[in-house]
C-alpha cells in the first residue's frame, strides 16, 4: 500500500540536492545511482503534490514551497538524528548532550565565550546549540526538542516561565570616518539625519529601528535591507551606512578599526531570558552561571566609547 509519507531516503536526497545542487552529486553522498535517485525525487514531488526543484543552467534550485519544505524536514531528520544519537548515548553510557535553542544574535555573540567557559568549569556538559531568528524562535520552540531556551523576553516558551537573566539596549553601528563616529552617545533624533542599512520585515531590530525614529523630524533612509543584524554591521563596516544592533554583536569585531559602537540616548531595554525544561535541572547552575557571568562582562564594553 503506497503512502503519501515519504521514506528517509527520498527526504535525506531532496536535503542533498538542495544543498549540492545536483541530483549526481547527492546521490553519491548515499550510494545509489543518479538514475534511482532521479526517481525516488520524482516519487516525492508527486506524493506530496508539490514542485519542490526547478532547474537554473546546470543546477538544481528549490522553489519557493521547496524552501518551505526544506526546513520542515531539517526539522523531522533532526528529530531522526537525535533519536540516532539517544540510542548511542543508550548503547556507550555517555551523557547526552543539553540542547539549548539559541535566538540568533546571542548564538553569534555570547555562546562562543560561555562555552568556552563551560569546557573550564563543567568539562562533562556537552552543549549542542539549534539557531533560530527571533520571528521563528517560538514556533520552533513548540516543535523541537529543546532541553532550553535562551532568547529575549517575553516569548511563549513550551518548557516553563522565562526566567530574566539580564537587561540591555540595542546601540549604534557606525563607520569611523562617519560624523556620528566622533560622539560619545548618539540621540534619537539624529537616527533620521543619517543613511541606514536595515533589516527585512518580520525582524525584531526593524521593529526597534521604526520605534526609536517615532515621533522624530523624520524617517530614516534605508539605502539597503539584507537577512540578518550581522550582515548589517558588516555592511556598515564597510562605510554603506548605520546600522541598528543588539549589544552582543559589538564583540565579535573588537579591533576592527572599520567600525565603532555607541550607545543611543533613550534607547529602551530589552530583557534577556533563559527558560529550562521542567526536571532537567542538574547541569543549569553551571550553565545559567556561564550565561550571566559572559553576558554581563560582554555587555558592559558593547558601546563604551
Known amino acids: ?6 521514506d528517509l531516503l527520498s527526504l535525506n536526497l531532496f536535503r542533498a540536492t538542495v544543498r549540492e545542487g545536483t541530483v549526481t552529486a547527492a546521490a553519491r553522498r548515499f550510494a545509489i545511482g543518479q538514475p534511482h535517485a532521479t526517481r525516488l525525487l520524482a516519487q516525492l514531488q508527486r506524493r506530496l503534490g508539490l514542485v519542490l526543484l526547478l532547474r537554473s543552467g546546470r543546477r538544481l534550485v528549490p522553489t519557493d514551497a521547496g524552501l518551505l519544505f526544506l526546513e520542515e524536514v531539517d526539522r523531522a531528520l533532526a528529530g531522526v538524528d537525535h533519536l540516532a544519537e539517544s540510542a548511542r548515548t543508550i548503547a556507550t553510557d555517555r551523557r547526552r548532550p543539553v540542547r539549548l535553542l539559541v535566538q540568533s544574535h546571542l548564538a553569534h555573540g555570547l555562546m562562543p565565550k560561555v562555552l568556552a567557559r563551560l569546557a573550564i568549569v563543567a568539562p562533562d556538559l556537552r552543549v549542542d546549540l539549534d539557531i533560530r531568528q527571533r520571528n521563528r524562535l517560538t514556533e520552533w520552540a513548540g516543535r523541537s526538542a ?3 531556551i535562551l532568547a529575549m523576553l517575553p516569548l511563549e516558551f513550551p518548557h516553563a516561565a522565562g526566567e530574566a537573566i539580564f537587561e540591555a539596549s540595542y546601540g549604534l553601528a ?10 560619545s552617545q548618539i540621540t534619537r533624533r539624529q537616527l533620521s539625519e543619517h543613511a541606514f542599512i536595515n533589516v527585512r520585515p518580520g525582524l525584531s531590530t526593524r521593529d526597534r529601528l521604526q520605534a526609536l525614529c517615532a515621533g522624530q523630524a ?12 550581522m550582515s548589517a554591521v558588516q555592511l556598515a563596516a ?8 543588539d549589544p552582543f554583536l559589538p564583540s565579535l569585531f573588537k579591533g576592527d578599526k572599520r567600525i565603532v559602537f555607541r550607545a543611543i540616548v533613550g534607547s529602551p531595554k530589552v530583557v534577556y531570558g533563559l527558560a529550562v525544561q521542567h526536571g532537567l535541572t542538574p547541569w543549569q547552575p553551571a550553565l545559567r552561571e556561564a550565561i550571566v557571568r559572559e553576558g554581563k562582562a560582554i555587555l558592559a564594553a558593547s558601546f563604551a566609547a
Open 1 to 6: 500500500m503506497n503512502s503519501v509519507f515519504p
Open 146 to 148: 529543546s532541553d532550553a
Open 174 to 183: 557606525i563607520p569611523s570616518r562617519h560624523p556620528l563616529a566622533r560622539h
Open 218 to 229: 523624520g524617517i530614516p533612509r534605508i539605502v539597503a535591507e539584507t537577512g540578518s543584524v
Open 238 to 245: 564597510e562605510g554603506l551606512g548605520l546600522a541598528l544592533t
